[in-house]
């Protein structure tokens, strides 16, 4: 079974940065897709950016220039560098994996960020 563990949420300043990773255990990180999610209070969660096994990516527009996805396989974790960060970037992050051939999902348990001056 596929486990993640979130890490480096925190709070940051309008226009700062901050850096989330996510271990992944119980799977190499190779056969995985994997992705961010975030859900702010009182709304759905939704998709940030993903990280498909061959190395492509893709971010929501609203997202798109400011945030970077990265996976190394090599230490089964997957970064999210986040920058000019804004007050609407507040929520719950989440990774999530999806396995090659049955696609079952794994989520991890989530890690707030909070931007605000």
């Known amino acids: 079974q596929v486990q993640l563990v979130e890490s480096g949420g925190g709070l940051v300043q309008p226009g700062g940065s901050l850096g989330l990773s996510c271990a992944v255990s119980?799977?190499?990180?190779?056969?995985?897709?994997v992705a961010w999610h975030r859900q702010a209070p009182g709304k759905q969660r939704e998709f940030v950016a993903l990280s498909g096994r061959s190395g492509t990516s893709a971010y929501a527009n609203s997202v798109k220039g400011r945030f970077t996805i990265s996976r190394d396989n090599a230490k089964n974790t997957i970064y999210l560098q986040m920058n000019s960060l804004r007050a609407e970037d507040t929520a719950v992050y989440y990774c999530k994996a999806v396995q090659e051939g049955t696609l079952a999902e794994s989520w991890g348990q989530g890690t707030q960020v909070t931007v605000s001056s």
């Open positions: 119980g799977s190499s990180l190779s056969l995985l897709a």
